[in-house]
Nanobody, 123 residues
Framework: VQLQASGGGSVQAGGSLRLSCAGH????????KAWFRQLPGKEREFVAA????????QYADSVKGRFTISRDNAENTVWLQMNSLKPEDTAVYYC?????????????????WGQGTQVTVSS
């Protein structure tokens, strides 16, 4: 199972970015997926998660109403649409996958991780 994140970049406060996470491996398309973010020297922080069928989503309070997680299992891809970005959203963003059905907000709940993609929001 491989996950490849992309779409990061630099944007001014109030702007938008769309992150993508492409899965490689036949069964990973149906796994629970999530996005986490991390600042240097800090623990990985939960951002959003989506169930295997896409009917259930969960968000961190800090991003509710601004970020949207979605997926297309046929394309084996998960997206994180980030609107109204704030400087405090600056971090390295990681996508993750889990064989468990339950959505987890802890990094230990996910077995598979992609490489990070940097998001920088300037004021």
């Amino acid at each position: 199972v491989q996950l490849q994140a992309s779409g990061g970049g630099s944007v001014q406060a109030g702007g938008s970015l769309r992150l993508s996470c492409a899965g490689h491996g036949r069964t990973v398309s149906m796994y629970t997926k999530a996005w986490f973010r991390q600042l240097p020297g800090k623990e990985r922080e939960f951002v959003a998660a989506i169930s295997g069928h896409g009917r259930t989503t969960q968000y961190a309070d800090s991003v509710k109403g601004r970020f949207t997680i979605s997926r297309d299992n046929a394309e084996n891809t998960v997206w994180l649409q980030m609107n109204s970005l704030k400087p405090e959203d600056t971090a390295v963003y990681y996508c993750a996958a889990s064989r468990e059905f339950a959505l987890s907000e802890t990094s230990t709940g996910y077995e598979y991780w992609g490489q990070g993609t940097q998001v920088t929001v300037s004021s």
